[in-house]
Nanobody, 127 residues
Framework: QVQLIESGGGVVQAGGSLRLSCVAS????????MGWFRQPLGKEREFVAG????????HYAESVKGRFTISRDNAKNTLYLQMNTLKPEDTAVYYC????????????????????WGQGTQVTVSS
């Protein structure tokens, strides 16, 4: 069983930065591909960034590429999302997710590939 707890959301002006954290419980959670997703109000959940379980390669949605950075600290069982140059369209509830199936080495963009989710943290970017 894996529990994921996000933190770090808040209200920030356009152009500002935030760092989200996701603490994972469970001794094997560092082996899982993990991702960040977001869900704007009234819209579907969308992929933001992912980090693989092998070599920790990363990939990003086009809308955040060059502005957001995903990373993980296995010693702390923590996943991060550094968000810079935030825009009003980045406003959403942000979720971290883990794929414990071990079927994939990379972090999928399809939210259905993930079986563990955090409770979400709200990010609001004002213009």
């Amino acid at each position: 069983q894996v529990q994921l707890i996000e933190s770090g959301g808040g209200v920030v002006q356009a152009g500002g930065s935030l760092r989200l954290s996701c603490v994972a419980s469970g001794p094997t959670s560092s082996r899982y591909p993990m991702g960040w997703f977001r869900q704007p109000l009234g819209k579907e959940r969308e992929f933001v960034a992912g980090i693989s379980r092998i070599a920790y390669s990363t990939h990003y949605a086009e809308s955040v590429k060059g502005r957001f950075t995903i990373s993980r600290d296995n010693a702390k069982n923590t996943l991060y999302l550094q968000m810079n140059t935030l825009k009003p369209e980045d406003t959403a509830v942000y979720y971290c997710a883990a794929d414990s199936s071990m079927r994939l080495a990379y972090a999928a963009q399809d939210p259905d590939a993930y079986d563990y989710w955090g409770q979400g943290t709200q990010v609001t970017v004002s213009s």
